[in-house]
């Protein structure tokens, strides 16, 4: 019983890590760029955001791991209905796919940007000339941008759907 305690608190300590980070950087960033009033604070923001990218890209990759070594996703709720299992496992799909492509498409996008990749001063990888290319930039730009749209959706519903299951449950309770 301790393995599996121990193991859910690691699952649930790996949730929480990459659903804030990737919530600070799904919010910081638009606003950050609205308020930066001149190209060092822009630079710094992008720097900033780029190196919480790259840790949340680390934190993903050690819960993925985590949850193929134990078999443990940390989901813990009962469901109602079938209904609700398959929107629930429709929905984190979709929210797992969002947070590997979000950072892939950020990666593609500074490689063909021209710019190296940071973390924070630590350059990770260098320039590749032979991958600087005007238009893969510019759809890599845009699919980022779509990828963030649909995760504001997608979190929504995830938000909506832990409420419910709080609801029920305080429900049973009072019962």
Same mark, same amino acid.
């Given at each position: $019983?301790?393995? %599996?305690?121990?193991?859910?608190?690691?699952?649930?300590?790996?949730?929480? @890590? =990459?659903? #804030?980070? !990737? @919530? #600070?950087?799904?919010?910081?960033?638009? %606003?950050?760029?609205? !308020?930066?009033?001149? *190209?060092?604070?822009?630079?710094?923001?992008?720097?900033?955001?780029?190196?919480?990218? &790259?840790?949340?890209?680390?934190?993903?990759?050690?819960?993925?791991?985590?949850?193929?070594?134990? +078999? /443990?996703?940390?989901?813990?709720?009962?469901?109602?209905?079938?209904?609700?299992?398959?929107?629930?496992?429709?929905?984190? &799909?979709? @929210? !797992?796919?969002? $947070?590997?492509? &979000?950072?892939?498409?950020?990666?593609?996008?500074?490689?063909?940007?021209?710019?190296?990749? $940071?973390?924070? /001063?630590?350059?990770?990888?260098?320039?590749?000339?032979?991958?600087?290319? +005007? /238009?893969?930039? !510019?759809? &890599?730009?845009?699919?980022?941008?779509? %990828?963030?749209?649909?995760?504001?959706?997608?979190?929504? @519903?995830?938000?909506? *759907?832990? =409420?419910?299951?709080?609801?029920?449950?305080? +429900? +049973?309770?009072?019962?």
């Amino acid at each position: $019983m301790t393995n %599996i305690n121990s193991s859910y608190k690691i699952s649930r300590t790996l949730h929480w @890590l =990459c659903a #804030f980070t !990737y @919530l #600070f950087l799904a919010v910081s960033m638009p %606003i950050a760029l609205d !308020y930066a009033s001149n *190209g060092s604070e822009r630079r710094f923001a992008h720097d900033l955001h780029q190196s919480v990218a &790259t840790l949340f890209t680390v934190l993903l990759i050690l819960r993925f791991s985590w949850m193929t070594i134990t +078999k /443990d996703s940390g989901l813990r709720i009962e469901f109602e209905s079938k209904l609700q299992l398959i929107m629930a496992r429709i929905n984190h &799909t979709f @929210l !797992y796919f969002l $947070m590997i492509t &979000t950072p892939l498409t950020g990666f593609l996008f500074k490689i063909t940007s021209g710019k190296p990749i $940071m973390l924070f /001063d630590f350059e990770l990888l260098g320039v590749v000339d032979s991958l600087i290319d +005007k /238009d893969w930039k !510019y759809y &890599t730009s845009e699919v980022h941008y779509i %990828i963030l749209d649909l995760f504001y959706v997608l979190i929504f @519903l995830h938000i909506a *759907g832990a =409420c419910l299951h709080f609801a029920n449950r305080f +429900k +049973k309770q009072v019962q």
